[in-house]
């Protein structure tokens, strides 16, 4: 059932009344400010907006609704108590600029967020300004860029990554003003430690790794890397994207990391909501700590205070116009303190034996799993290669037909290094049944493939639209609707 | 499951961490809560915040939310939903968006919007990167930026571009507003933009028209800062002069996003078409099934970083696409009428605001035309008086001795539709108290 | 897709951890008190309750989702801000036997809906305890049967019903120990006067109407009528359930009625959920007041206190064992004070309208609308007898298909007297597209009704299930489920 | 639209009501407010009675609601539906009711449930019809209701099934449960059923096996009224003596439902199968469709009210779903073992209430075995008490003089888990501090 955009459910004048005032007085405005025409917005009412958005939502799947395995994500459940108390009056109607005296409870909220972030990252100091993980790898990238400005070393400009890195690393470093460098991975998944020695130099600012990696097993090397890439005088960036896999577990400090940043959305559960909001968090060990984006949350006897440039001079300044996703920080300290220490150590218990048994599983059934030697992590790679080449049935193939049996497509085509890949991430909320399933439906999609191809050529069907012509999308741009006449 | 993957107990499986590197024991967080406790703790907490009365705008605003603005954003088929990538299992998410670029299309009066970016502060930093990769006209790595736009926009902007060796330069204020002479003085010379708040951060109305035209005379874009609220009511940057601003920027917080303590909010952005291509952020666009049936798709992703890598137009993955459906849920629900009645009642409470601190001995307002934000002078330091009220659970405003002290002892005052007569008079009443306690003291 | 059933989803041992508290001690009770085997509750984590009931949610038609003309029940929109508002701590948390002094916001709350509803139904007092309609009509005739007795009257144990009655009106009488007599309604829709002439006498206790009827018109004799029932003694019960229609335009207490109940779920837009709850109030002229059923709230000074038998030694006691649907009566409450006086009238106004426009459409169409020389009330009945008789398909047959459309079915086969009956009722909350689309979609099944009969016998199709079995359901009876084994 | 319909104006559409009847005036009710306005009012009317720590129990008990539980209940798909009248279009409805009547079968140790009643009181009410006329051995209109009995239930049922000529007639207590003795007395006597309540409206434990079997043995049934909260522990009617009880009935309210002022809630009520077709209320069965596909729907319509209208087992129609939604995701969530715990922390509770009080001078608890409820004597009348503690904002319990003069001047209390230790020192401290200022005046 497709639902009509909702300009096509307009019919003019019509308001849901109550949501605005009662016709206010003409503005004292001179005319040449105003508006001539009266912007196109839908005129409806609050039972159309109603059915609209609830029918639209329902056209999506989402972690409450199917199993989503998205690698690299992380889409676990997201616990409704952590939105609901979020929510409360208290924190959703505070005022930025309340005065810290007025936000007491939420600095205190922030402080041991804080606290609990040294924790888990071993890290010395964190800042939870930055938006998302780029953000956060933005942030990490310029504190290594002033940590060398600050020493009078200006030629350190180049970021060592990894070839299997998210496409946000690079691109960060594009950003910082900085060029990528990128280095190869070995065939058993850890980074190649002879290119890593030739890549560093006099020029290197830093690397950015996940550990464990986006191909998901963990860096062996790390040890030694840091020592590589510290002894050119570079520091180590953690990109903690896939810090479910290790919590309460290993500490990146304890690998050698300088800085780090979490995605709170992914390890720390809060909404992904169709693509955010999210929180990157930052933490540096003491070498950093001065250049950390402000404002900070610092103690003051027994108050919570703001620390900022002025107590930060050397800070990188402000990533947010206020203090970051204050929200979604609040979400994620709820779902930390529901966990608690062992909450944690359960999370990387559950995500590993979930993503191993599949893995195992999946191998069994005569996948081609990517590093098969290898432990995954909370993911793994399998790749199609060999049934693309025997049917023509290729990764994307396989995803658009998961979608017809309920579940949700993994991570498609990334890493960039393994050919027809999916990087399967079944989180630890996930029950064995749901893997049991999911397994199946790669199994039989893997049948079908030989037995009747054109069939999985032609998923999904069971979906609210078939395959999209993208072509079209991009050379015919319909970006904004108008109406016929236009 | 242990024995399928030929392990004795889940220790094994993180083997392959160095030993030297794992804990094999972690408490150094708390003891975990059930949630009743951790309900109880969190309401103790959000008491404590609760209550105040505030008259604080400087680019968060408090307007009515109907309820199902968040009744329906956070169902779990929105809320735990990640960004498109498959677009059969994601055409709810995908034509919200849809439906929001529409919206902020016609708002702002340009042609193409963005899915959004962390908020208005970046928003603008991005802007200001997209100009001068997308500016053909000019060479320049340097942008004018009025000192009428938000100070901590350009803070945040400042910090974002210098890494790739942009720089800011400040334009001015004459009178209130962005200094129109002083542009002019800079005729000739290259910069890829200009940028302009309407209104202002003081609340006060430029001459857009002019100042537009005069950019654009000069080769330079035109990059512009709206409070989309008070686009119901004002002329949108696509109007702005002989051509229309090129792109405009923002904090979409005002529409049906609670102020929520600074975040999540979220930064729009909208282009003309020509420059599409230098736009940072995931677009959707609609097009059609193998059965021709109409469809949505993110699409012109040739953009981003996941395909294009340290080539990309930003490095921005998640943005704030809740907040998005949520404010495309809000527009739907006021529509334009809604919206601009939200609008002329803020502007019309202000005004009686301004009137009632203006007539209270050592205060005076200082600019006349204003949208719902607007300047007071005080005889006296500003600090002290925001504390006093304060502790009354009032919040005064934004003090601007620090980023404008051209102004004086100024304070920033915001009376949104939310603040009702009473609130007024009540805030008038306690700040002429406190006053007066002051002069005693 | 279907979604088994939650207990096969169980696994032993698996618990949505942090709901309840860790191990308490062992009770001091004694064995013989305690329970041998553990209950057989599903055995799931928080994510697979989620899912589980979200994607049931998703197997239902409701008002947010789908146009929902079902006759009689006025499906109308229900603000999402009354739930919101009703939820508060102060309110949802309020101990139903905490002081009055801890409860004066919620009694004001009351008192001012006793008032608001006083004036929509012109009565002199209301009781607000009665938890449905159909104990609003069991309270109503009680006190009917209770003032009899008080005048000694004791033979009155007849109650007058039309035969389009809802079903709640005869059984009702039964349940106070009355005889329910029918009577016939006239071919116009209206009663015929000469039976009720007949029917009265020294047995009535009063009649039992709804006006507008659930024939969808409006009873223009009620004067008469209740002329008739008074000068035999008897009193006049108004069903409120179609309230809507008048609402702000005629008094119920004005057509002679002595009593009244109203379905706040009905007219005053609280949830329907699936089944309930529901409120229903009932009103008294001051004959009856003494016989209301407690508490009332009622007004000291500026204080609000609960009126109990203690003041009312001739009620007719309690309904409930606390004070009937407390939260209902909250949403109901905001939704009154969010429409106001001049809301009201558009409600009766906008519901008129849309009913009347639909059965002309309707009619000009070529449909048998039961009443063609009658207004429509907010609601009307069209009759497939013709259809049924030319081709087979009958008034489930269309109920069925409409399915098919994203409509939600018609009341269908009530009331009784109309052969073939679609009861219809649009409410005053949707749209002329939404009525057009209807009115489309009748059209084309019963042209497809002729054309293609099977198809529409074979409908529905794009339902989770298809037509079921209700006779198994009846005669093999599975009411709960037990593991296969079992 | 008018054009269609024929008529000039929406006036007209109210021709057929007699001008004698019609209104063109209605101001009688106050004038519409916005959102905003309401949103005010009713959250400073609601916090007006936030902030009390109850320790009354009496058949409403405040326990942890899971947020998942409401946050599902009230999606709109599920507040928003009707009965599930049509059910191709209700599955979720149906499905949902099914698993509720499995869980309360499995809970009650008996058959069939039916898809809820109004509320603890009604549905002791409907019992008691349903045993007269489901039992075939018995000819009679009178039915033992024992003391123990929730007193509002007795006094609710008493005035529902006077109307038909049923009489509830009282069994006794005999230290604090019901007495045996008392019932034995009556042996070879008619009555339709005895009724019993496990645990007791005070908190004590009934002798439930020897009560029924001697109700059996008289060719009675019996009707256990008990708490679903603690049958997570407590033995199950079906369990009861040799045979079981025949019918179990009460409140659904500690089953994921805010204490919310007395209501919405839900009266539950589950029986042998034998006796099904006498049960009030909807029933859900599982069927096949035309494919074979398993499918639910309501079924045995024929004992309701839109059937069989005067001859219905019951008038009930309107009943109360959206709570059965809600107690069937509590129940999920909480599991057998997290309703186990439930059960066990409050007893655990009150036993600590019990004996902090009982510590006080002038305090004794009377009954040494009972649940999670408890009766507390005083050496002075109750109510002065209970007034001071609730200026306090602490809620006493509830005072037993009027429905039980035998037990003194009594209170019952009950300390859920939601009552932490200190809440109860709290309260504690707060009574002995209170019945110190009495003894002083
Ligand atoms: C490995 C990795 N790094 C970085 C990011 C970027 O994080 P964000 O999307 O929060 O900006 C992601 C998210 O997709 C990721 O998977
Ligand atoms: C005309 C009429 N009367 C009475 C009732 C009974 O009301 P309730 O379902 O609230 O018990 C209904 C509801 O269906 C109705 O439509």
């Not at chain 2, 003081?202 to 000069?218: E, F, P, W, Y």
Request: aromatic content about 6%; proline content about 6%; some cysteine.
């Amino acid at each position: 059932m497709s639902e009509p955009v909702i300009f096509e459910l307009s019919a003019p004048g019509r308001r849901a009344p109550g949501h605005a005032p009662a016709q206010p007085p003409a503005p004292s405005l001179s005319a040449k400010w105003l508006r001539r025409e009266a912007p196109r917005l839908p005129e409806v009412s609050e039972l159309q907006v109603v059915r609209h958005f609830t029918r639209l939502s329902q056209l999506n799947f989402s972690i409450d609704t199917q199993f989503y395995p998205l690698g690299s994500c992380t889409m676990k459940y997201n616990p409704k108590v952590c939105n609901r108390l979020a929510m409360l009056p208290g924190f959703a109607e505070r005022h930025p600029f309340s005065p810290a005296g007025n936000a007491q409870g939420y600095l205190e909220c922030m402080f041991e967020l804080q606290e609990m972030l040294k924790a888990v990252t071993g890290m010395q100091a964190i800042s939870l300004t930055p938006m998302a993980g780029a953000q956060g790898e933005f942030a990490g990238v310029a504190m290594i860029r002033a940590y060398h400005e600050a020493r009078g070393d200006h030629e350190r400009l180049e970021i060592i990554v990894p070839d299997a890195a998210h496409g946000t690393n690079p691109a960060t470093a594009t950003m910082c003003g900085c060029s990528a460098i990128e280095i190869p991975t070995r065939p058993d998944g850890d980074v190649d430690l002879d290119a890593l020695r030739q890549a560093v130099g006099p020029r290197t600012a830093g690397i950015m790794l996940t550990n464990p990696s986006t191909l998901g097993v963990f860096e062996r090397q790390i040890t030694e890397i840091a020592g590589i890439v510290h002894a050119a005088g570079g520091l180590l960036y953690y990109d903690g994207a896939n810090l479910n896999a290790i919590l309460g577990r290993a500490l990146p400090a304890d690998m050698g990391f300088d800085v780090i940043h979490i995605n709170l959305h992914k390890t720390f559960s809060t909404p992904h909501g169709g693509g955010g909001p999210g929180s990157g968090v930052v933490g540096v060990n003491a070498r950093l700590e001065p250049f950390l984006p402000v404002p900070v949350v610092g103690r003051d006897g027994d108050r919570f205070v703001w620390l900022t440039e002025v107590d930060r001079p050397q800070s990188i300044g402000r990533l947010s116009t206020f203090m970051g996703n204050a929200g979604i920080l609040l979400r994620a300290y709820v779902y930390m303190r529901l966990l608690g220490a062992q909450g944690m150590r359960r999370v990387s218990e559950f995500a590993t034996l979930n993503a191993n048994y599949l893995m195992r599983r999946l191998a069994a059934a005569g996948f081609d799993v990517a590093f098969p030697e290898r432990r995954a992590s909370h993911e793994f790679i399998i790749s199609l290669r060999r049934t693309a080449r025997d049917t023509g049935i290729n990764a994307m193939d396989f995803a658009k037909a998961l979608l017809d049996h309920g579940v949700h497509a993994p991570t498609t085509y990334f890493p960039l290094l393994v050919p027809e890949c999916l990087l399967i991430e079944p989180t630890e909320t996930e029950s064995r049944q749901e893997l049991d399933a999911f397994a199946a439906a790669l199994i039989e999609i893997r049948d079908q493939a030989h037995s009747d191809p054109d069939a999985i050529k032609a998923a999904p069907v069971t979906t609210p639209v078939r395959r999209l012509d993208d072509v079209r999308a991009a050379r015919q741009l319909d970006l904004a609707w108008r109406p016929a006449a236009e | 499951m242990l024995r399928v993957i030929g392990v004795d107990d889940t220790e094994q499986l993180f083997d392959e961490i160095p030993a030297a590197l794992r804990i094999d024991k972690f408490d150094a967080v708390p003891a975990g809560l059930g949630e009743a406790d951790v309900t109880r703790l969190m309401r103790a907490r959000a008491a404590q915040d609760e209550g105040t009365v505030s008259f604080i705008g400087a680019g968060a605003y408090e307007h009515h939310i109907p309820a199902v603005v968040w009744d329906i954003a956070t169902r779990g088929e929105f809320y735990s939903a990640y960004t498109p990538y498959q677009a059969e299992a994601s055409q709810g998410t995908l034509q919200v968006i849809y439906e929001y670029q529409s919206m902020m299309a016609s708002l702002t009066g340009l042609d193409v919007s963005n899915a959004s970016l962390y908020d208005g502060a970046t928003a603008f930093a991005e802007a200001c990167l997209m100009a001068v990769r997308g500016n053909r006209r000019s060479k320049s790595r340097q942008i004018l930026v009025s000192r009428s736009v938000h100070p901590l926009y350009r803070a945040v902007a400042r910090g974002i571009v210098a890494g790739q060796g942009i720089e800011l330069v400040e334009l001015p204020l004459g009178d209130g507003r962005t200094d129109v002479a002083a542009l002019e003085a800079l005729d000739g010379q290259d910069f890829a933009a200009v940028c302009l708040q309407q209104p202002t951060f003081i609340g006060t109305l430029d001459d857009v028209d002019t100042l537009t035209d005069r950019a654009h005379a000069n080769g330079r874009f035109v990059i512009a800062i709206c409070n989309p609220t008070s686009l119901a009511i004002l002329r949108p940057p696509g109007d702005w002069g002989e051509q229309g601003a090129d792109i405009a920027c923002g904090e979409g917080q005002p529409l049906g996003i609670p102020v929520s303590g600074g975040g999540p909010y979220f930064g729009y952005m909208v282009c003309r078409s020509a420059i599409v291509r230098q736009m940072p952020g995931r677009i959707v666009g609609r097009t059609v099934d193998v059965d021709g049936k109409p469809g949505f798709t993110l699409t012109l992703q040739a953009r981003e970083q996941h395909i294009r890598r340290s080539k990309a137009t930003s490095n921005i993955c998640t943005n704030q696409g809740l907040m998005v459906t949520a404010a495309t849920i809000y527009l739907s629900v006021l529509g334009s009428e809604g919206l601009r009645r939200t609008a002329l009642q803020c502007h019309a409470n202000t005004r009686r605001l301004a009137g009632a601190l203006g007539a209270i001995d050592g205060v005076s307002v200082v600019f006349d035309e204003f949208f719902h934000e607007a300047v007071v002078q005080f005889d006296r330091p500003v600090a002290p008086l925001i504390a006093a009220l304060a502790e009354q659970n009032i919040l005064a405003g934004y003090d601007l001795a620090a980023d404008y002290p051209e102004l004086g002892q100024a304070l920033l005052v915001c009376a949104t539709e939310m603040r009702s007569a009473a609130d007024i008079d009540a805030y008038a009443a306690a700040l002429q108290s406190v006053m007066h306690d002051s002069e005693a003291a």
